[in-house]
């Protein structure tokens, strides 16, 4: 049975950093292609970082990069997301997505605010 569950979200000023968790069972995290996604309140869910099942290719979306960084750890069969420099705008739910079995977390709140 696959299953993700995201953590590590918080409150945290402009300018800080969070590292989100995406704990991963029922598949290996290093054979998949695996993103990370935000939704804010009254928008759309948006794709924020995806890394590519083969050769660890990365992509984000414009407005984070430089800040936020895709990763995964294979012996803890986890994927994280490294944001720094937070800004205002980053507040969402953020959310853990598996694209082969088209699978989501529960999502973890990230809020950005002085």
């Known amino acids: 049975q696959v299953q993700l569950v995201e953590s590590g979200g918080g409150l945290v000023q402009p300018g800080g950093s969070l590292r989100l968790s995406c704990a991963v069972s029922?598949?290996?995290?290093?054979?998949?292609?695996m993103s990370w996604y935000r939704q804010a309140p009254g928008k759309e869910r948006e794709l924020v970082a995806h890394?590519?099942?083969?050769?660890?290719?990365?992509d984000y979306v414009d407005s984070v990069k430089g800040r936020f960084t895709i990763s995964r750890d294979r012996a803890k069969n986890t994927v994280y997301l490294q944001m720094n420099n937070l800004k205002p705008e980053d507040t969402a739910v953020y959310y853990c997505?598996?694209?082969?079995?088209?699978?989501w977390g529960q999502g973890t709140q990230v809020t950005v605010s002085s």
């Open positions: 997505y598996a694209v082969v079995y088209n699978s």
């Open positions: 029922g598949f290996s995290v290093s054979s998949q292609a």
């Open positions: 890394a590519s099942s083969v050769g660890g290719d990365t």
